[in-house]
């Protein structure tokens, strides 16, 4: 096969890069690892920034976003005693708004299916080749058949684990792993905040939030290596009681349908270019979900990457040869943002930190620049 772009998974990176390349006329190949149904299935991200909406429905993809999104004008910060709303609207003048990024895959597909761009699903032994001149991806299909992509450009789009990271020799990284990670549940109960709740406790950290009218989502601070097993549903409830707790607010409990532990870490590899090879999304980040910044930073990078191979086909190079330089600028931003808000809400270290985080939940509640410092990054920096 031959194409302009090929893209190596079908996230929502590589989904909606494949999408934005078509409106413009040009032509992509998705080669995926797994199956449509397993990417569609996989619980993730929660929360848009303003500028991810506004870009899904520029695209025709807000159709259910504008019907089934929830959105919220800010979150609330709590500790031991006090709850405290911040209103973004009222700060930075942007919402954010809750739509799963399981509904934001299936969008995505939908509108893949309409195009007719082909998509290789069940993909194995993926590899990339002669990425620094004519580029080409090789893989087995779902039949077993040999198949070869030839290309102008390949992009990695497959995330922390896949391959096309290791395809740039000289990739320098950098990386922080945290002392805890996240205990994530999905529950078949109405949520019981209007907004989310992030909050700070001596036992760890804890947030609320949610999926729709009739589904909620929440995470507990647990350790790194914590077996799932030691969580039975009780003593997942008696916890989100106890870190969420405030007076006169009662947590409505209900049904488990699914809970995982979720590794967390900072992670930056640069360059997000090599020859004719990009990355975009979590094949070049991962940041701790704290900050709700991973979807957010895929669809940023691509949103880039996207006007940048578009101009680069039409005979103008400038944005491509900017675009890791570009792309890093807003990755280090949300890099540092995600750390900030994972410091400053999980619960380590002594006691000491504790007073540390607590000052700092106190400065952040009670001073409007500290606020809108918070405001305008979580609603996300214009793109
Ligand atoms: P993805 O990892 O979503 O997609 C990469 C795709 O590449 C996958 O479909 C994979 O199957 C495919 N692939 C991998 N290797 C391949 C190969 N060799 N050949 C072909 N395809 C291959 N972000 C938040 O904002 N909030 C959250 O609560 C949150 N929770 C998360 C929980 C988990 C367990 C994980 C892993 C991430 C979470 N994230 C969260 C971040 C997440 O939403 C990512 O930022 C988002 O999925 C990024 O999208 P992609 O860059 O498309 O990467
Ligand atoms: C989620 O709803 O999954 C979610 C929301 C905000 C975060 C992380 C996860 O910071």
């Not at 996230?11 to 990417?39: F, K, M, N, W």
């Not at 509108?111 to 990425?131: I, N, Q």
């Not at 380590?348 to 504790?354: I, L, M, S, T, Y």
Request: proline share 4%; charged share 20%; net charge negative.
């Amino acid at each position: 096969m031959r194409t302009q772009v090929v893209i190596v998974g079908a996230g929502p990176a590589g989904l909606l890069l494949s999408h934005l390349l078509g409106l413009e006329g040009i032509d992509s190949v998705l080669v995926e690892r797994q199956t449509a149904e397993h990417v569609q299935a996989r619980i993730r991200a929660g929360m848009l920034e303003a500028g991810t909406v506004e870009l899904l429905r520029s695209v025709g993809l807000g159709a259910r976003l504008d019907v089934e999104g929830m959105e919220h004008r800010g979150i609330h910060l709590q500790w031991p005693g006090e709850r405290h709303h911040l209103d973004f609207v009222d700060l930075v003048g942007r919402s954010v708004t809750i739509y799963g990024q399981t509904e934001i895959t299936k969008d995505l597909m939908v509108a893949r299916e309409k195009a007719g761009h082909p998509a290789y699903y069940s993909a194995s032994d993926v590899a990339l080749h002669d990425v620094t001149g004519s580029p080409s991806v090789t893989f087995v299909d779902a039949d077993g058949a040999a198949q070869r992509v030839d290309a102008d450009v390949v992009v990695g789009c497959d995330g922390f684990h896949g391959p096309s990271r290791l395809s740039i020799p000289s990739s320098q990284v950098w990386e922080r792993a945290y002392p805890f990670a996240w205990l994530g549940v999905l529950a078949d109960v109405a949520p019981s905040a209007d907004e989310l709740i992030y909050a700070w406790h001596p036992d760890g950290f804890a947030m609320h939030s949610m999926r729709s009218p009739r589904v909620s989502r929440f995470y507990l601070q647990v350790a790194p290596d914590e077996d799932i097993a030691e969580w039975s549903d009780d003593r997942i409830w008696t916890a989100l009681a106890t870190r969420l707790a405030f007076s006169g607010w009662t947590l409505e409990t209900g049904t488990i349908t699914e809970k995982s532990v979720l590794p967390m870490r900072s992670f930056v590899t640069t360059p997000m270019r090599h020859g004719n090879l990009y990355l975009a999304g979590d094949a070049a980040h991962i940041v701790p979900p704290t900050g709700a910044k991973g979807l957010n930073l895929a669809v940023a990078d691509v949103a880039l990457l996207a006007r940048a191979l578009t101009a680069s086909f039409r005979g103008d190079d400038t944005l491509a040869d900017a675009y890791s330089e570009t792309a890093l600028q807003r990755v280090w931003r949300c890099t540092h943002f995600s750390w900030w808000m994972t410091s400053m809400l999980h619960r380590h270290g002594d006691d000491f930190d504790a007073q540390l985080q607590l000052a700092q939940l106190r400065r952040t509640v009670s001073s409007v620049s500290a606020a809108t410092e918070l405001a305008d990054n979580y609603s996300g920096i214009p793109l």
